[in-house]
Each structure stands twice: as C-alpha cells, then as structure tokens.
C-alpha cells in the first residue's frame, strides 16, 4: 500500500514525504515543477527525496484531465494533496491559474481518489478562507464565506467540492487549513525568504499596514506533525482543522527575532495595505489536539534561527 503526495517538490510537501518515508511508508510523489518560482529550488528539494527507499516520482500536472485519467496508480490507499498554485498576492495577478490547478486540478484529485477507492483522502486548504474574520483564536466553524482573495476562494471551493464527494462516494477526508507555514526549505514568495534575502543585501523590506499586521507562524516540523496525524485519523466523514501554532505573532517581533538570527538590521519600507490581506490570524487548534494529538512545539525564536541556518547554507553567506 501507498500514498500518493501531490506537490511534492513543493515545500510542505517535501518536508511531509521525506516523513511519510522515514517512518517506513511507500511514497508516490507527483509536481508539474511549474515556475511559480525558481524551479531550482523545487529540484534541489526533489533531490533530497530521489534515491531514499520507497519514493518514486512522478511529473504530472494535475489539472490535466486526461493525463489524470491515464495515471496507474495501484496500490495508492491514500492520497495527501498538497499540489495548488499558492499564494495570496498572485491571485490578484494571474487569477486563471487559481482556478486551473486549485479548483480543476483538485476536481482530478477527488475523482481518483473515487476511482481509487482511496481509503483517506488529506488535502491542503488554507488559514485564508477566514477572510478577516476577526482578533482572536478562530476555530473551525467560524465563519468561511467571506474570502478577501481568490486564493482563498478556491480553497474554500475544494472544502465544499471535497464535502460534497465525502458525501456521494463514502470515503473519509481531511482539509487541513494551514496557517503561515516557514522554516528551512520555505517559499521564495513568503516573508521570512523575502526578507532574509533583502536584509542580508541591504535592502529595504516592505512591511504592509505600518506592521500592524500579526501571523500565526507555523514551523514545518510542526505543520507536517499535524499533517502525518491527520493522515492516521481514523474517524469518518470529512473533517476539516486548522494547522497553525495557537499565537498570533506581531509582524515587528517577527521581522526583530530574524534580525536576530540573521545577525543584520532590517531597513524598513513601510507600506500601506494590500487588497487580499487579512489583519490577523490565530488558529484555534483545539479540535485537532483532541482528534491527532496535534501539538506544535516549535515558537519564532527556535524557528527563525532554524530557517536562517538553512538560508545561509542553501544560498551562501552574502545573499
Ligand atoms: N506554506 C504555507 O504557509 C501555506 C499556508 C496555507 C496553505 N498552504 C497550502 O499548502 C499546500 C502546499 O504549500 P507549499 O507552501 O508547500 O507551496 P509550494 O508552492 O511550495 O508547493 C506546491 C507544489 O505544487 C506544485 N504544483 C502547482 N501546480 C501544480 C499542478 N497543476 N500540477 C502538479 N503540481 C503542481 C508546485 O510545483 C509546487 O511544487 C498548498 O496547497 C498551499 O496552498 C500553504
């Protein structure tokens, strides 16, 4: 038996298979290696996980219909997909993208695994469906129906698609809304690289709404905990929780603890708001501590030193 991770060149989804085969599993990664960004990094990822026992990859874009159709993939028992075009800020740029891979694309997901007959289907949602929904932990029925970006909208859409094919075909899925997700390996496009890069060249950092903005900061390790048991529930139905840490975290002490851990003083660019982001987000974890055993350990000051080693090896000293 297998599990099928999509988006695994990605950068939760390489963290998540190199722990699903760790622990023993046999692991089928498929990514269309698209260029969001630098694909180097995306194959430097891939390179860590090719030649380990148990892993075969597959490049495949998942919102390609027929390529879906066509995959054989016997022996596939579960399926966590982790594969979207991500990103909040994108969305306002190329909105189609979204649409193919987060809502078409994640169609092809839940129909192999109908034609799998999967016995659990896990999938990456997002911290974003919470709109501005407010200060303050948010748990997993606070309101989802105000989407302040077309990220976010399609992955309430996959939520509600998911829903309704839990419901049709019988079989068990989990929608994990993840919420800001660093550590080594990260994303080019989120804050701590962004940051770490402009720092460390002297440049200015753009801080959104005169840094009045707070994340709930979750470290990889912790997020692929939860992910890993999340994968191992064993109630039924479709069940969705949030993966954060339980802190919302101001974004000055975040930028001060990297300064700290980059050992460089950041010159600041401050900026208003931008359309599509939200003010605030804290996860109420509470439900998937009591259903997994969620428990993230992992606060800023021991995350941020951990992503920055990891920088400073990956893209030398001076960048
Ligand atoms: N990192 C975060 O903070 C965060 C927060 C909330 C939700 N998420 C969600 O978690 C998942 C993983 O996020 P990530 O940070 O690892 O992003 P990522 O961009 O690093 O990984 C996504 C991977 O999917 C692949 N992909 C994109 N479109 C594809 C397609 N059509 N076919 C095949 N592969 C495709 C990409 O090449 C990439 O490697 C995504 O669904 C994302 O929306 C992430």
Known sequence: MSILVTGVAGFIGMHAAAALLARGEVVIGIDNLDDYYDPTLKQARLARLNGLPG???LRADIADDGAMDRLALDGVDRILHLAAQ?????????????????????????????????????????SSVYGDAGSGPLAVDAPADRPLSLYAATKRSDELMTECYAHLYGFRATGLRYFTVYGPWGRPDMAP?????????????????RGRLARDFTFVEDAVAGTLGALDRTGEGHRIYNIGNGRAEPLMRFIETL????????????????PGDVLETCADIGEAARHFGYAPRTAIDEGLPRFSSWYRAYYGPDR
Request: glycine share 6%.
């Open 193 to 209: 690289t962004l940051f770490a890069r402009a720092m460390l060249a002297g440049e200015p950092i753009r801080v959104f709404n």
């Open 259 to 274: 300064e700290a851990a980059l050992g460089v003083e950041a010159r600041i660019d401050f900026r208003p708001m931008q």
């Open 86 to 126: 991500a990103g909040v800020r994108y969305s306002l740029e190329n909105p189609r993208a979204y649409v193919r891979a987060n809502i078409a694309g994640h169609l092809n997901l839940l129909e192999l695994a109908r034609r799998l007959e999967v016995s659990h289907f896990v999938y990456a949602s997002s």
């Open 55 to 57: 892993f075969t990859f």
